[in-house]
């Protein structure tokens, strides 16, 4: 999935490990650069750097939330595969149970399996719903992100169409 919210020209991917530095240094005439490790350097204007400032908190509180939103997807995961097995567990004892004739705590096992049952096809149904419903934001985002470039850019063609606002 891309994030650019025109066409890009030029794509390049990079993963980078926590041991590959990045630095931000500030340039001549009101350039920056941007490097990583020893072989990449990319100059930005003073306005992209102005803009990674004014994201780089909301960014960061993303991860956060996304962290923290995969480790409940995942416990919910493991939740609902550990009632699945107890319930599957449950079952066959409460077979066993029956078969020797301990009928009132083979009722019970059943009831307790077909609760853990119950609860596992719940667990995976919040993961799954939650799933989409990340999905469908992520769409959002990438929607509101296209329309605030498209609103910006029919502003400034609007000022610099304008005679008396042009520059």
Same mark, same amino acid.
């Given at each position: 999935?891309?994030?650019?919210? #025109?066409?890009?020209?030029? @794509?390049?991917? %990079?993963? !980078?490990?926590?041991?590959?530095?990045?630095?931000?240094?500030?340039?001549?005439?009101? @350039?920056?650069?941007?490097?990583?490790?020893?072989?990449?350097?990319?100059?930005?204007?003073?306005?992209?750097?102005? #803009?990674?400032?004014?994201?780089?908190?909301?960014? %960061?509180?993303?991860?956060?939330? !996304?962290?923290?939103?995969?480790?409940? !997807?995942?416990?919910?995961?493991?939740?609902?595969?550990?009632?699945?097995? *107890?319930?599957?567990? *449950?079952?066959?004892?409460?077979?066993?149970?029956?078969?020797?004739?301990?009928?009132?705590?083979?009722?019970?096992?059943?009831? /307790?399996?077909?609760?853990?049952?119950?609860?596992?096809?719940?667990?995976?149904? /919040?993961?799954?719903?939650?799933?989409?419903?990340?999905?469908?934001?992520?769409?959002? *985002?990438?929607?509101?992100?296209?329309?605030? #470039?498209? /609103? /910006?850019?029919?502003?400034?063609?609007?000022?610099?169409?304008?005679?008396?606002?042009?520059?």
């Amino acid at each position: 999935m891309t994030w650019a919210q #025109t066409r890009i020209v030029t @794509s390049l991917g %990079l993963h !980078l490990d926590d041991s590959t530095s990045v630095d931000l240094r500030a340039g001549q005439e009101s @350039s920056a650069f941007l490097t990583i490790g020893n072989g990449i350097e990319i100059t930005l204007s003073t306005s992209h750097v102005r #803009t990674l400032f004014e994201q780089a908190a909301d960014v %960061l509180g993303d991860i956060g939330q !996304l962290e923290r939103a995969g480790r409940v !997807l995942e416990d919910a995961y493991h939740a609902g595969a550990q009632a699945r097995t *107890a319930g599957e567990s *449950a079952a066959r004892q409460a077979e066993v149970a029956g078969r020797a004739g301990a009928h009132e705590q083979a009722d019970a096992a059943r009831e /307790a399996a077909r609760n853990a049952d119950d609860a596992a096809g719940r667990a995976q149904a /919040a993961v799954r719903i939650a799933s989409e419903a990340m999905d469908v934001a992520d769409d959002a *985002a990438a929607k509101a992100r296209q329309a605030a #470039t498209t /609103a /910006a850019e029919a502003a400034l063609s609007v000022v610099c169409d304008d005679p008396v606002t042009r520059r």
